[in-house]
């Protein structure tokens, strides 16, 4: 059953509102021919239409008429019709005034399970019990989600919508009037609301989210109409909302990684269920492996691996299955190619693993009936995939530091001051050792002498090569000069021979003495270099931290002083405002007093003499108060002008 709800056009009730608002700032009555010459100088609208909007108008109660009384030029006293916006509107009884199809109203039906109404003309299907297409559209999206999940997805979806639509952020805009969206907007809706909603869970199914975008879609088209940028731009919205819930329909999975991309192999995480493998060719560009997301007739829509994911509808014929050898595909390994298959190849595996893991859950299941759901059992296996990735990355930054550590202590032996270079010496002096005996006697007492080196080294945290070179080096001049000394047979030694030991132990023992100030000043100055370093990074870092605080109480303090300053401007505006209308208000009193007051004295006489109220009239604009002054102006003058027939 039609029934008729409101008639008027919104936007011309609008600029009827803005026609009235001008009168009434001109100190005028807005009557029906101010409001016609007005419409008609700014919004090109005949004096038919506007009488015809009016009446509408009126009738939907978004404009009164009252009586009142004109006090200018000449309607003085005459009265008339004034058009006035009323303080409030009729209370809501279940159903919006304006068709959801077409944003006009009219004969609409109403709905019998929402607040939503629609004309005959607008619908396809009529049934004695009528369900708006919006109702039935929460069919339209076939999965099944628990509520948190919902909600999380569809947080990943306001964050897309609004980084978009800036402007639908607010309706009404803060500049606006209120009160014109809630005489006109039956259910007030944008994406903060929408976003609101979400982070309170309020969202069961993915229809209630598109109906709510919809919904903002109508009220954009009352209020600013069809053609006006905002509707425009809040259609575009809704196209792009229904893509993405579409997007969580195909696999949610995909969705949700490719938004989060908590984890840098989030493309090679397999879903639930897993997508076939393909090679796909684009048009100028070789066969690439990609996800096949969804098939539609001959048309594939495949997600490449590689840099940048991206995707593409591919033809069928141009579609060949992963098991094809890369000789059939003409792959050319190129570094994006390999990139690419790499990300295959992981992909593979961790799909391999999902299958397993699902399939010992099922066997679980089977034995012991304990098992638990497969899909929270999909989600354990993608947080141990995340764990893995973290502590793999953590791992890899440990060991990317410590042999950072390792070359900078290496660089620091290799640089070693010139003064320290006399250690060397014994080896050039000793050189003839080095040809008389065989260089196999030297590791005789070599791996003792390294090993303790190598213990040395570690206690000391120093792993450096040249380091260890450079220990190697002295041990060999030694022991080659003891098994010199020793080469004699059982002959006494001479004196000579004695004195040559003597020195060369000398010698000896100064090398190692060296060497030992070596390694101790290199400890030492090690030490004071991460010594110094670890006080630069915790000046550096209590720096930091200082200008960090610093800025974040500037930007408390800008923000308290920018809320302060918005409060007293609009404590300001207020008192403006209220002292603006108190002010109309005692100058309106007080034009009515001097109106009434002016018209009391122009109705009676005054003295022609002394200018008070006259009793007696003398002739056709002379009038007196007493006989006194009757007599001195008529000796004075008027007796030569007097009119007044004797």
Known sequence: MATKRREACPQTVIHLWDAIAYIKQQKQIPNFDRLAAYMKRVYLLNATEVQEQLSHAVGDGLIIVKKSLGCKGSKIGIEQDGYRIPDKIEEK???????????????????TTCHRVYHESCLENKSAKFVCPVCKNHKKFPIELKKTELNKLLGYTCVRLKEKTRELHRIPNPDDEKWRFSFLLYEPIDLVAMEEKMKDQKYTRLGEFLADAQQLVHNASVYYGARN??????????????????????????????NSKLNFLWFCLPCNPPHELVYAKVKGFPYWPAKVIRK???LYDVRFFGAHHQRALVEKEYVKPISSSLQNINAKKTTAFNRAYKELVKHQELAERALKRLALNKANKLLTGSAIDEEEAFMEFLNEIDMETELANSYSKSKTRTSRKRKRASNSVAKRPNAKKPANVPVKKNKRFYQESPTSSSPKNTPSQDTAVSEDHNDQNLVSSSSQETAVTYVAVGVQTENMVMEPDASPPDKSTEENVDKKDEKTCDCSAKYEILMKELHDRLEQEHKEDKERAL????????????NEAKKQTSASSESLEEKHQAAMTLLEAQMKAAKEQEMSKIFEQHRIALSEIKKKQWCYNCENEAIYHCCWNTSYCSVECQQVHWHKEHKRTCRRKR
């Not at 870092?541 to 610093?550: G, I, L, P, S």
């Open 296 to 298: 539609h007739d001959n």
């Open 93 to 111: 009884d279940g159903h919006d005034w304006y068709c959801f199809e077409c944003h006009l109203g009219g004969e609409v039906i109403l709905c």
């Open 539 to 550: 000046q550096e870092f209590a720096e930091n931290y200082r200008k960090e605080m610093n």
């Open 229 to 258: 940028r905002i509707t425009v731009m809040a259609r575009q919205m809704l196209r792009d909302c229904e893509y993405d819930l579409q997007e969580i329909v195909q696999c949610k999975n995909c969705y949700s990684m490719s």
